[in-house]
């Protein structure tokens, strides 16, 4: 089960601004495993999955993107903390890129 999102924030300019406390965030992230520039992984470490991830987030220019292979704890805990804590400081919106028109129902996402 491979999903791509992004969150996309209403005021484009907002990420650039903030990046360092998104990197920081993400770092924070109970499941943080490696950062490589913008990409960083996440992994559950209880999982019995082989893969150095199960998450990789990249922050682009004005976005921040998730490649995600699984549906494990670093999935459905940390990427929807990281979401709460973005949605709070700003408006965004969390995309499906498979559907970018339509934003993802978060509740049935993160089940």
Known sequence: MGVELRIRWDDRTWLGSHRAQVEQMIRELPSFAKQE???FWLKDT????????????????ETIFFEVSGKTR???????RLH???????????????????SVDINRLFR
């Not at 999982?47 to 150095?52: D, E, K, N, Q, Y």
């Not at 670093?74 to 929807?80: C, G, L, N, Q, T």
């Open 37 to 39: 520039g913008d990409e």
């Open 46 to 61: 209880t999982t019995p999955s082989t893969w150095a991830f199960d998450v990789r987030v990249f922050l682009e220019t």
């Open 74 to 80: 670093s999935f459905r805990e940390d990427v929807r």
């Open 84 to 102: 709460t804590l973005l949605a709070a400081a700003s408006t965004v919106r969390l995309e499906d890129c498979d559907d970018p028109d339509e």
